[in-house]
């Protein structure tokens, strides 16, 4: 199973609901050219609902970061939000835990943009 | 997790993002029948996974006229995945550091670290042509033997 993606706006904030497997392939190209579209098209506030992803590898971690990093050029914001026990600990042994913003509760992720 | 008679198995495929699948799948289903835990079995599968990546994409570049080879074995004491590739050859200690400040950002180059960071034991050998690598994973944890 690839990942799926559904988008929806809360308070000028893109919300990107993803369930599935971020890995190598389809799953990495998905999330890459979703977050390229929005970026393209001037959506700065994005925040990554990560609640039913169940798995991520190597090549999703660096797609996560790119996504990070091209939001971040565009001068937005992409934080994340409900992560797995597992994709925590991925986050946490490679050390991007603290890079990225990470939250657990939608409506305080919502507010916490700045706009 | 004592007197287990040793099984292995050997598959060659060819070098597409479904090997990479396949492999994954064998390694879980290996170390669930070795009797590791939840935890282990999926870290396992990831590290195994993230092997075959770097044989079809790093070692045999989807190259069609090169294989990848994955052996699992396991015995009383580990489980022992061997994953490799025809390629050019890899030499390990040009993996850049993934958790320093310069490449943390990077979009890739993990693979190899959490192969490490998941297994007891990651190990490389040059063949000719191409790279092995074997990942251990110790089935009865050091506590336990003490």
Known sequence: ?115 | MPNTPTTRTTITLPSTLDTVDRVEQEAESFANRAGFSEDDISNIAMAVREAAVNAVIHGNSYSRDKEVTASFETNDDDLVIRISDQGPGFNEESIPDPLSPENILRGSGRGVFLMRAFMDEVHFRQLSPGTELTLIKHRIPAQDAA
């Open chain 1, 1 to 115: 199973m690839s990942i799926k993606v559904s988008t929806r706006q809360v308070d000028g904030v893109t919300i990107l609901d993803l369930s599935g497997r971020i890995t190598l392939g389809e799953g990495s190209v998905t999330l890459r050219d979703t977050i390229r579209d929005l970026v393209a098209k001037g959506d700065k506030n994005i925040l990554l609902n990560l609640g039913d992803v169940s798995y991520i590898d190597s090549s999703g971690i660096g797609e996560l970061v790119s996504a990070y990093t091209s939001v971040k050029n565009a001068g937005g914001e992409l934080k994340l939000l409900n992560l797995t026990k597992k994709v925590q600990d991925l986050l946490q042994i490679t050390k991007l835990y603290t890079v990225f913003d990470v939250r657990d509760d939608e409506t305080h992720a919502v507010g916490s943009f700045s706009r």
